[in-house]
């Protein structure tokens, strides 16, 4: 079936742009994450969505991040007034969740974010 | 804080070696790990996981060992090929389903 995608692969902005980076989860995963990973690092946990429970949102680094997933699937990453430093690749991954033993995560192919 | 880190950030490998990747995790009360591949400009991509109560687990040519005693994770993989060219990363629950993810171990397989 068909796995996490996300959208745009790749997205250079200007510095002080907001930019929007989506992500359709795998259908009836009920969690969804978003990671950042910048080059050669691991993976930087940024927000958690667990249905409909308010979003676990203690790994986004400023006010500048923000997210929102509606009606439980797609979800939109939004940053404002990006920054150099904002540069890196986000990763989306979906789980079963449901408070099981389905921690399994995928992941999705990531985008690429180039401030200059 | 929570932390999970690598001993080995490249590992070099002859083609059909066997493979060893390590890591060590901080909280002992972690009840699930898995460990994830990732080749260049892909998502990570899992491998095998291993829940707190088993000390080994068997895939098809990988094998995850788990030492609760020192906290020590280790991926296996045997007759390394080419194609197993990646960057490795462990990964821990430390509940709620939030996992927290290693620096990762760069592995070159060399024909």
């Known amino acids: 079936g068909a796995g996490v995608s996300q959208s745009p692969s790749n997205k250079v902005t200007e510095k002080g742009k907001d930019v929007e980076l989506r992500c359709d989860p795998i259908s009836g995963h009920t969690a969804l994450y978003w990671y950042r990973q910048s080059l050669g690092q691991g993976l930087e946990f940024l927000i958690y969505f667990q249905g409909n429970s308010a979003p676990d949102k203690s790994g986004l680094p400023s006010d500048r991040f923000s997210a929102e997933r509606t009606g439980g699937s797609v979800s939109t990453l939004t940053i404002q007034r990006t920054q150099q430093e904002d540069s890196a690749v986000y990763l989306c991954?979906?789980?079963?969740?449901?408070?099981?033993?389905?921690?399994?995560?995928?992941f999705g192919p990531g985008t690429r974010l180039t401030v200059t | 804080g929570e932390s999970v880190g690598l001993h080995l950030p490249t590992l070099s490998v002859q083609e059909g070696d066997n493979s060893i990747i390590n890591c060590a995790y901080s909280?002992?009360?972690?009840?699930?790990f898995i460990w994830y591949k990732q080749e260049s400009g892909k998502g990570p991509q899992f491998i095998i996981d291993i829940r707190s109560n088993m000390d080994k687990r068997q895939g098809q040519r990988v094998t995850v060992l788990l030492n609760k005693t020192v906290k020590h994770l280790s991926l296996q993989i045997a007759a390394t090929q080419p194609g197993d060219s990646a960057v490795y990363f462990c990964a821990e629950n430390t509940g709620f389903q939030k996992l927290v993810f290693g620096t990762g171990t760069r592995l070159l397989v060399s024909p």
């Open positions: 991954a979906s789980s079963q969740g449901g408070g099981g033993h389905s921690y399994e995560q995928y």
């Open positions: 909280n002992s009360a972690s009840d699930y």
